[in-house]
């Protein structure tokens, strides 16, 4: 993509303003970090609050009488019976039982609303409009921009700014004020930290994000520290822990398959490549995502090949860095199931040199979800 055709989210002058470093990304022109520095940024979202800019994302919305029934056809999750004002975790998956996407499915009362990742927002659009058009309106937001406040204190700053949105607990919704533009919120975000995503009119996201920004606890956090953070939470980043070449099984995201939808569930299956996932759940698949501690400091980057005890090739590196919290490097990858246990010891090739490491418990730091 040239730079002709790199988009600006409605928060770009405000990102150059505060002296983001820009950088191509989904194709659009993003923060990766702020003169603070990535691990200062990650620090302060553990801490405090943090917002970031997250309207490259793609938002959609559906609507119609068969709009819940005609999404299940394309996800293995229970969309039917999801509460007005609830969301739920959801993938998209071929006919092979790859992952498309990850997504997030919100009951807005009237219409149900996505949250797609802006690497996959055009083909996710086109996926939706080729399978379920005919079942129920397809309605791409292209004039709403997307926030993220993410961070414990969080929930301070939407206290004063819009209290009905503080009343809110993790995976829901509501409609809400925030100086008197109206905004759709959810209690929901990428980074293990109690938090809220903002979507709002596209014209009026410098107005709310200045008006975050100037709270006491409010810094601005850009891609690299929102990596950073959502990989020591154990998050998957689609293209990377999530291809059309893992599934659900494999990927450790089990607990995202809706019960209602397996095989002994009263809607089992009916969603591409639902048999596939079913014969991986009842014999396991041979490989599965786990989190990967690397021993010394240095990081251990995506690509990199896992070695079993007796030097085979035994598995590859999908995300890796420095966790600012844990002080020191983290990764997630996959592995043959027989080497997957918690503890078990590995190697990873780094530029021809084996680099120890261990497999982790994921999360490598608690979640902390306001739960109520």
Same mark, same amino acid.
């Given at each position: 993509?040239?730079?002709?055709?790199?988009?600006?989210?409605?928060?770009?002058?405000?990102?150059?303003?505060?002296?983001?470093?820009?950088?191509?990304?989904?194709?659009?022109?993003?923060?990766?970090?702020?003169?603070?520095?990535?691990?200062?940024?990650?620090?302060?979202?553990?801490?405090?609050?943090?917002?970031?800019?997250?309207?490259?994302?793609?938002?959609?919305?559906?609507?119609?009488?068969?709009?819940?029934?005609?999404?299940?056809?394309?996800?293995?999750?229970?969309?039917?019976?999801?509460?007005?004002?609830?969301?739920?975790?959801?993938?998209?998956?071929?006919?092979?039982?790859?992952?498309?996407?990850?997504?997030?499915?919100?009951?807005?009362?009237?219409?149900?609303?996505?949250?797609?990742?802006?690497?996959?927002?055009?083909?996710?659009? *086109?996926?939706?409009?080729?399978?379920?058009?005919?079942?129920?309106?397809?309605?791409?937001?292209?004039?709403?921009?997307?926030?993220?406040?993410?961070?414990?204190?969080?929930?301070?700053?939407?206290?004063?700014? *819009?209290?009905?949105?503080?009343?809110?607990?993790?995976?829901?919704?509501?409609?809400?004020?925030?100086?008197?533009?109206?905004?759709?919120?959810?209690?929901?975000?990428?980074?293990?930290?109690?938090?809220?995503?903002?979507?709002?009119?596209?014209?009026?996201?410098?107005?709310?994000?200045?008006?975050?920004?100037?709270?006491?606890?409010?810094?601005?956090?850009?891609?690299?520290?929102?990596?950073?953070?959502?990989?020591?939470?154990?998050?998957?980043?689609?293209?990377?822990?999530?291809?059309?070449?893992?599934?659900?099984?494999?990927?450790?995201?089990?607990?995202?398959?809706?019960?209602?939808?397996?095989?002994?569930?009263?809607?089992?299956?009916?969603?591409?490549?639902?048999?596939?996932?079913?014969?991986?759940?009842?014999?396991?698949?041979?490989?599965?995502?786990?989190?990967?501690?690397?021993?010394?400091?240095?990081?251990?980057?995506?690509?990199?090949?896992?070695?079993?005890?007796?030097?085979?090739?035994?598995?590859?590196?999908?995300?890796?860095?420095?966790?600012?919290?844990?002080?020191?490097?983290?990764?997630?990858?996959?592995?043959?199931?027989?080497?997957?246990?918690?503890?078990?010891?590995?190697?990873?090739?780094?530029?021809?040199?084996?680099?120890?490491?261990?497999?982790?418990?994921?999360?490598?730091?608690?979640?902390?979800?306001?739960?109520?």
């Amino acid at each position: 993509m040239s730079n002709d055709e790199i988009k600006q989210t409605p928060l770009f002058e405000l990102h150059q303003e505060l002296g983001g470093k820009i950088v191509p990304f989904a194709g659009y022109a993003m923060p990766v970090q702020y003169p603070t520095g990535i691990i200062k940024e990650h620090l302060h979202c553990r801490e405090s609050a943090s917002l970031f800019d997250v309207s490259h994302m793609g938002q959609v919305k559906l609507t119609g009488e068969g709009a819940a029934q005609a999404l299940e056809s394309l996800v293995p999750v229970d969309v039917i019976d999801l509460p007005a004002f609830h969301q739920r975790y959801a993938l998209f998956t071929n006919d092979e039982g790859g992952i498309l996407d990850d997504l997030i499915i919100t009951n807005a009362g009237d219409h149900l609303f996505l949250v797609v990742n802006g690497a996959c927002k055009e083909q996710d659009i *086109a996926h939706l409009q080729s399978n379920i058009a005919d079942q129920c309106d397809i309605e791409v937001l292209t004039e709403q921009a997307l926030l993220a406040l993410q961070g414990p204190k969080a929930g301070d700053v939407m206290q004063r700014l *819009a209290p009905e949105a503080a009343d809110l607990v993790f995976m829901t919704a509501t409609q809400a004020q925030i100086d008197g533009v109206e905004c759709f919120v959810t209690r929901s975000g990428y980074t293990g930290e109690d938090g809220f995503e903002i979507s709002m009119p596209a014209d009026k996201a410098d107005q709310i994000a200045r008006l975050l920004l100037d709270q006491a606890e409010v810094e601005a956090c850009g891609l690299g520290a929102r990596d950073s953070l959502r990989l020591e939470a154990g998050l998957c980043l689609y293209g990377h822990d999530l291809t059309t070449q893992t599934t659900p099984v494999e990927a450790s995201l089990l607990w995202a398959l809706s019960k209602v939808r397996r095989a002994d569930g009263d809607r089992a299956g009916g969603y591409p490549g639902a048999s596939v996932i079913f014969e991986q759940i009842k014999n396991k698949s041979a490989q599965r995502r786990v989190g990967l501690q690397p021993q010394g400091r240095a990081p251990i980057r995506e690509g990199a090949e896992i070695q079993g005890p007796d030097g085979t090739i035994i598995g590859r590196v999908t995300s890796g860095g420095f966790g600012a919290t844990m002080n020191g490097p983290v990764a997630m990858g996959y592995v043959n199931r027989e080497h997957s246990e918690v503890g078990t010891e590995l190697n990873a090739v780094v530029r021809g040199k084996l680099q120890p490491l261990t497999v982790a418990k994921l999360p490598f730091v608690t979640q902390r979800y306001y739960r109520g």
